[in-house]
Protein backbone atom coordinates (compact mmCIF):
# COMPACT_ATOMS: atom_id res chain seq x y z
CA UNK A 1 0.00 0.00 0.00
CA UNK A 2 1.21 3.37 -0.61
CA UNK A 3 1.71 6.11 1.58
CA UNK A 4 -1.36 8.22 -0.23
CA UNK A 5 -3.52 5.37 -0.45
CA UNK A 6 -6.05 5.71 2.83
CA UNK A 7 -7.51 2.33 4.28
CA UNK A 8 -11.75 1.93 4.07
CA UNK A 9 -12.47 3.00 7.95
CA UNK A 10 -10.21 6.15 7.66
CA UNK A 11 -12.37 6.86 4.06
CA UNK A 12 -15.47 6.27 6.07
CA UNK A 13 -15.29 8.51 8.43
CA UNK A 14 -13.47 11.17 6.61
CA UNK A 15 -17.12 10.63 4.23
CA UNK A 16 -18.86 11.08 7.51
CA UNK A 17 -17.15 13.96 8.62
CA UNK A 18 -18.49 15.58 5.32
CA UNK A 19 -21.81 14.15 5.66
CA UNK A 20 -21.48 15.96 9.34
CA UNK A 21 -20.18 19.49 7.56
CA UNK A 22 -23.14 19.18 5.22
CA UNK A 23 -25.84 18.91 7.57
CA UNK A 24 -24.37 21.92 9.43
CA UNK A 25 -24.46 23.87 6.52
CA UNK A 26 -27.58 23.15 5.45
CA UNK A 27 -29.49 23.66 8.98
CA UNK A 28 -27.19 27.06 8.92
CA UNK A 29 -28.66 28.10 5.66
CA UNK A 30 -32.05 27.19 6.58
CA UNK A 31 -31.75 29.49 10.01
CA UNK A 32 -30.58 32.03 8.26
CA UNK A 33 -33.25 32.22 5.64
CA UNK A 34 -35.41 32.11 8.46
CA UNK A 35 -34.33 34.82 10.22
CA UNK A 36 -33.78 36.53 6.66
CA UNK A 37 -37.94 36.17 6.43
CA UNK A 38 -38.72 37.40 10.24
CA UNK A 39 -36.55 40.38 9.50
CA UNK A 40 -38.78 41.23 6.46
CA UNK A 41 -41.59 40.86 8.38
CA UNK A 42 -40.46 43.01 11.05
CA UNK A 43 -39.44 45.83 8.74
CA UNK A 44 -43.07 45.75 7.38
CA UNK A 45 -44.44 46.11 11.14
CA UNK A 46 -42.12 48.26 11.99
CA UNK A 47 -43.49 50.64 8.91
CA UNK A 48 -47.09 49.85 9.84
CA UNK A 49 -46.32 51.14 13.49
CA UNK A 50 -44.74 54.02 12.33
CA UNK A 51 -47.35 54.92 10.56
CA UNK A 52 -49.69 54.34 12.88
CA UNK A 53 -47.60 56.09 15.35
CA UNK A 54 -47.48 59.47 12.91
CA UNK A 55 -51.48 59.10 12.64
CA UNK A 56 -51.72 59.41 16.26
CA UNK A 57 -49.31 62.17 16.99
CA UNK A 58 -51.23 64.13 14.38
CA UNK A 59 -54.72 63.24 16.21
CA UNK A 60 -53.14 64.11 19.39
CA UNK A 61 -52.03 67.65 18.22
CA UNK A 62 -55.37 68.01 16.62
CA UNK A 63 -57.40 67.28 20.13
CA UNK A 64 -54.79 69.55 21.91
CA UNK A 65 -55.57 72.35 19.97
CA UNK A 66 -58.96 71.90 19.88
CA UNK A 67 -59.00 71.20 23.66
CA UNK A 68 -57.10 74.22 24.08
CA UNK A 69 -59.63 76.67 21.45
CA UNK A 70 -62.30 75.18 24.25
CA UNK A 71 -60.56 76.26 27.12
CA UNK A 72 -60.16 79.48 25.65
CA UNK A 73 -63.75 79.99 24.78
CA UNK A 74 -65.15 78.95 27.72
CA UNK A 75 -62.51 81.34 29.69
CA UNK A 76 -63.77 83.66 27.52
CA UNK A 77 -67.59 82.96 28.54
CA UNK A 78 -66.35 83.27 32.16
CA UNK A 79 -65.28 86.48 31.63
CA UNK A 80 -68.34 87.53 30.06
CA UNK A 81 -70.85 86.03 32.71
CA UNK A 82 -68.29 87.74 35.72
CA UNK A 83 -68.73 91.33 33.43
CA UNK A 84 -72.76 90.60 33.95
CA UNK A 85 -72.13 90.05 37.63
Known amino acids: MSTAAISVDEFQ ?3 QKVL ?3 EIV ?3 REARAAA ?3 VVSLREQLT ?3 SLTDETNAELKSLQKERDDVRQRVEK ?3 QM ?3 L
Open 82 to 84: DEL
Open 13 to 15: ALE
Open 26 to 28: KRE
Open 48 to 50: VQS
Open 20 to 22: RAV
Open 77 to 79: MLA
Open 36 to 38: EAE
